[in-house]
């Protein structure tokens, strides 16, 4: 619906809203030119209309790249819990097919695989630095169950293999995510970026208020509003392992993957 879509999101969406209140704040600015306008400074200060369109042009390539390369760590990342979607069911079923386990083995199994999950989000989500790796310590424990197993005979060479597979894909996934959480934006592009906006913003009310009049500050919002949300919600996006309401619902997923072991391990 376009009012549910255009209207309510302003406030509904804590982002949206800040960049709604940073846009007004810029056109309660653009006043200052048209007062000066109305004063016997108005030649004083204006600023060519070609000097803004080679600044659009400049900042238009930078917020491309900004958002392209925003989202393309946000996809990667729901890619990356997609897979690890279809690993631990996977692994679930294979565990639970391929080997005849006991009830202590079927709780153990159950128990780690249902985990797994909620320990990788929490690690994401921590500081740099935590003292212990617990989604690797989960791992580890599989691993040392699958070679006792092993070692009395239940599980043969082409089972291990099997489930190795699929538990190298759960580690596999949480280095592809740390990489992800631990290499932040590059900080000098971002800066950059960000001056250029100001530059761009601070200029642009001055090159259209004698032309425009009471106008720029209509325009002056609707431009701000854009230019600045781009960066806000790229700045979101690019982080997709937060709680902003941007970021990957890891929760949700969590959930999934833990509703998919417990029926697989538990069948009705």
Known sequence: ??????????????????VAL???????????????????????????????????????????????????????????????VN?????????????????DDRVFLKDCLSRFPKQLMVHLRSPRGASMHIPLDNVRKIYQWVGQERKTGKLDAVAVRVIDMELAKLLEVCGACERIARTPFIRSYRIFVRQC?????????????QDF????????IIVSYFMLGM????ENVEEPFGFDEDDLDLEGMCKTIEQSVHEVFEPS
């Open 1 to 18: 619906m376009p009012f549910r879509d255009t209207i309510i999101p302003f406030v509904s969406s804590r982002t949206l809203g800040y």
């Open 22 to 84: 940073m846009a007004v704040a810029v056109g309660m600015y653009s006043l200052l030119p048209i007062v000066k306008e109305a004063t016997s400074y108005r030649d004083i200060g204006d600023i060519p209309s070609d000097m803004h369109a080679s600044l659009s042009l400049i900042l238009g390539c930078l917020l491309v790249f900004r958002t392209n390369t925003a989202y393309n760590r946000w996809w990667e990342a729901r890619t990356l819990w997609g897979t690890l």
């Open 87 to 103: 690993s631990e069911r996977n692994l679930a079923v294979k565990l639970t097919t391929l080997v005849d386990l006991h009830q």
């Open 197 to 209: 906006i100001a530059i761009f913003m601070f200029s642009f009310p001055w090159g259209i208020a």
């Open 213 to 220: 009049q009471w106008w720029t500050v209509p325009l002056t």
């Open 231 to 234: 960066e806000v919600v790229a």
